[in-house]
């Protein structure tokens, strides 16, 4: 099995900061790509940013400037620090991860439980 775990979410003023976190675990033998997607009331889920095993990261035009997405290999976790924030950030943020497991020829994507952010004053 594998598992993403999400925290960090919350409610936040506009202008304010917030930083995420997702670890994966399990019978994890590599990781590619980890990313970060949110889905807001009445959207669909969109891409926020990802990053490769080797730092290369990609983000929507939306955040740039304003989040920072970054991993720690070792420990098998992904953030994604958020300033600036404004009311449209507002969404359930999922973690998901491109994982080859232990027992499998083949990655395969993860998602973790999904962790909200409201921005609001």
């Known amino acids: 099995q594998v598992q993403l775990v999400e925290s960090g979410g919350g409610l936040v003023q506009p202008g304010g900061s917030l930083r995420l976190s997702c670890a994966a675990s399990?019978?994890?033998?590599?990781?590619?790509?980890m990313g970060w997607y949110r889905q807001g009331p009445g959207s669909q889920r969109e891409l926020v940013a990802t990053?490769?095993?080797?730092?290369?990261?990609n983000s929507a035009d939306s955040v740039k400037g304003r989040f920072t997405i970054s991993r720690d290999n070792a420990k098998n976790t992904v953030y994604l620090q958020m300033n600036s924030l404004k009311p449209e950030d507002t969404a359930v943020y999922y973690c998901?991860?491109?994982?080859?497991?232990?027992?499998?020829?083949?990655?395969?994507?993860?998602w973790g439980q999904g962790t909200q952010v409201t921005v609001s004053s």
């Open positions: 990053i490769t095993t080797g730092g290369r990261t």
């Open positions: 998901k991860g491109v994982i080859l497991r232990a027992t499998s020829s083949r990655f395969a994507d993860y």
């Open positions: 399990g019978s994890i033998f590599s990781i590619n790509s």
